[in-house]
């Protein structure tokens, strides 16, 4: 899978470990190298269609969050991103197609979604 970051700050800590670790510290660093890593080797999101979705527990938000996806890093921090999707499935019946569909990601950011 693709991945794409918001800001060129960010892609800078996602690209760069020395910078990851003193924005986010060596444990966040870790975990967030390694997600990334499960990321890239995917065909697409459907490898983390649940319940495959395995300790990354990758899911949709709801509510304000609506079409972003989330993953577990430390907790309570989760890994935010968007699919960059050619079409944009008006039709959400068949969300398990929908996620195959998905090989492109933009990463939004870090954050605690429950505080």
Known sequence: MEIFAKDNKLKAALENEA?????FGAPMSRKLTARLAVLQAAESLAAFWPPNSGPERCHELKCD???TFSIDLKQPYRLLFRPIEETPAKDRSNEQERWCSITAIEVLGI????G
Do not use: Q, S
């Open 111 to 114: 954050e605690d979604t429950h």
């Open 19 to 23: 910078i990851c670790k003193k924005r």
């Open 65 to 67: 969050l609506a079409g």
